[in-house]
């Protein structure tokens, strides 16, 4: 008796355990879904900040492995992913070579290109060699879909890649380039430059630090870094079209961009200088300043124009330009600088960067250097 009692209590914990920890089930092995949303951001984690791996279309096929929370675990790329499961709908089991738990996923979509001056690829990223370029309008045919890029059908036949992030692929709530100003160019060369003293044939890649999940630093009254410089970026965006460049923003909305990404959006493009705007945090409060930094000999130039113009425009402390080995400077492989637009960490700093006026001013200032650092 003693031993069925022992059973009895263990069989009692085993049931209770199971309505203690409702939250995680399997799904059945080989379960399949299709995607029936015109686009679905694939993400590396159960939640709707979890940062986004790839994209899927519609009619692409999913299989599942367990649920979470409203969220079906897969594979994509050969790594763990999640979609919501709100877009999918079930399918019958069937032995499918297309789910994501494969390298890539065949797909007979088509595509539009919704920015110009996109390099098309020899493969899936921006390590491959570009074979050509399209812009914004023209359409393709997808041959097949791996992590964030698909594989295209070009007119002569051959086939080629493109960032499916520079195509209407992307959601309209996380697009990450705002193209315009720019002529069709469908040479493997860099834009042609032209008008001396303005920066008409020149694409400016204007990258505002952080945002979404990653607040960057935090003011002494509470103000995000991120919010800063999505304010500030604006203003910089629009001065730079002004002066007749094509600007190509890496988030235009508050939500969470890799480092890498930053760095494949730029490199996607025929990019002629790459910009990181930020603003800078010491424990010390009487730092203060703007400074400018450069990952490599190369870009030494682009950092010394930008910065001696800014030191003549704006009122805050002129720090010089600095070499850093930034990630997002390291992986670009245009004249890139991040610069650092005042210690919000001082109060004298953050009274002053927090006005339209001083932002302005930063605009022309960058604008200003770009001019003379391809004019020079």
Known sequence: MKYLRYLFIGIGFLLLGSFLVPSLTHANEGQSYEVYSSV????????????????????????????????????????????????????????????????????????TVTANSVRLR????????????SSAGDTY??????????????????????????????????QTSE???????TNTTNTPKVKSGS????????????????S?????????EKDLVSDTAVKVA???????????????GDYFVSLDKRADISNSYQTD???????????????????????????????????SSLASTVSLDNRGIMQRNFSVLRGTTAPSVLIELGFISNPNDLATVQTAAYQNQVATAITDGLVDYFHR
């Open 40 to 111: 679905l951001n694939v993400r590396s984690e159960p939640a709707s900040d979890g940062e986004i791996i790839g994209v899927l279309s519609k009619g692409n096929k999913v299989m599942a492995f367990q649920e979470k929370h409203g969220w079906v675990q897969t594979y994509y790329g050969g790594n763990v992913a999640w979609v919501a499961k709100h877009h999918l709908i079930p399918i019958a089991n069937t032995s499918q070579s297309s789910s994501t738990n494969t390298q890539s996923v065949t797909t007979t979509d088509s595509i």
């Open 122 to 133: 020899s493969g899936p990223g921006t390590n491959y060699n570009v074979i050509g370029s």
């Open 141 to 174: 045919n997808i041959v097949e879909t791996n992590s964030d890029w698909h594989q295209i059908k070009l007119s002569n036949g051959q086939a080629g890649w493109i960032a499916a992030w520079l195509t209407n692929t992307s959601s309209n709530s996380e």
């Open 179 to 185: 193209p315009n100003n720019t002529s069709n160019n």
């Open 199 to 214: 920066l008409e044939g020149y694409n400016i890649v204007l990258d505002p630090g952080h945002g979404g999940k990653d």
């Open 216 to 224: 960057g630093a935090i003011a002494l009254n509470g103000v995000y």
């Open 238 to 252: 629009d001065q730079l079209r002004n002066a007749g460049a094509t600007v190509i923003v890496t988030r235009n």
């Open 273 to 307: 200088a790459f910009v990181s705007l930020h603003y800078d945090s010491y424990p010390a409060i009487g730092v203060s300043g703007v400074t400018t930094y450069f990952g490599n000999g190369s870009d030494r130039g682009l950092a010394q124009n930008i910065q």
